[in-house]
């Protein structure tokens, strides 16, 4: 929210943008009386919905974070949906170890042949689809912290903001080339991680 209000819109709007599904459906206004805190500023008002495969029909969203460690929660249903509302879907199953990642990448870029834009928490080999073969990010601290902690230390830094990392992620984006992109790659080879940093 805060990138997008940065980048100017409104942060009403910016939270409007962004809706959250927990174990027990789509995070609605209707049930703010058992939210716990952190989610009651993404509670819309919005009829409940009790399942993710059911918010991506209904809300159809350009992309979806998982968090859940819910292994399979992106299962094929719901990333042909989003396959199928979207010309590049977005697809981050962060989740750690791997096998709580919602989906893996081979999954990802199988079920949209090769469309998706995709990150993980943990890695995955190169998945190869109709003869072309992408390179999936692992979308986590291994390419920010780094950075950050260099930083900290050489400036004697003793409070690390949300804002450093809202710019240490905008300096990470700019350094993705379109050759990166052209393999699937949302972030920069992790080869290069010292001089990403």
Known sequence: VDQMVEEGLPEA??????????????????????LQHHKVPYAHDHPEIGSLKEAVEVLKPSGLIGVSTQGGAFNRGIVDIMSANNERPIVMALSNPTSCAECTAEEAFNWTDGKVLFASGSPFAPVEVKGRTYYPGQGNNTYIFPGVGLAVVVAG??????????????????QVTREDMGKGALFPPLRNIREVS
């Not at 809202?166 to 990470?172: E, Q, T, V």
Request: hydrophobic residues 40%.
């Open 13 to 34: 709007e910016a939270r409007a943008r962004c809706w959250f599904v927990d174990s027990k459906g789509l995070v609605v206004k209707s049930r703010m009386a058992q």
């Open 157 to 174: 830094i003793t409070r690390v903001t949300d804002d450093m990392f809202r710019k240490a992620s905008r300096s990470l984006a700019d």
